[in-house]
């Protein structure tokens, strides 16, 4: 049973920094993207990482800012927020599949497996 388990989310204000983490467990897929979903509005693919070539993947709307990583010893990806925005705020959820790519990453029909969420407010 494949188990994804986020933390990390809370308030901050804007201008401030939060990280997000996605353990895994009982399996190892070799891509993990993060997305988020605001009310009202549509699930946003936001970044993914090949955990085997460590190629990352951004939306223009975090990039620069917000940035992903991996501890292969602890099976766990990172979200690392920085400069964070009110519009950020949003539910954010880590999700798995098998591979990805930059035509691929960003589409959340790909991934088989995901979190449960974790809720990130900015407040300006």
């Known amino acids: 049973q494949v188990q994804l388990v986020e933390s990390g989310g809370g308030s901050v204000q804007a201008g401030g920094s939060l990280r997000l983490s996605c353990a895994a467990f009982?399996?190892?897929?070799?891509?993990m993207g993060w997305f988020r979903q605001a009310p009202g509005r549509e699930r946003e693919g936001i970044t993914a990482?090949?955990?085997?070539?460590?190629?990352?993947y951004y939306a223009d709307s975090v990039k620069g800012r917000f940035t992903t990583s991996q501890d292969n010893a602890k099976n766990t990806v990172y979200l690392q927020m920085n400069s964070l925005k009110p519009e950020d705020s949003a539910m954010y959820s880590c999700?798995?599949?098998?591979?990805?790519?930059?035509?691929?990453?960003?589409?959340?029909?790909?991934?088989?497996?995901w979190g449960q969420g974790t809720q990130v407010t900015v407040s300006s």
């Open positions: 999700a798995a599949q098998y591979y990805c790519d930059w035509s691929s990453w960003s589409r959340s029909e790909g991934y088989n497996y």
């Open positions: 990482i090949d955990i085997i070539g460590g190629r990352t």
């Open positions: 009982g399996y190892t897929y070799y891509c």
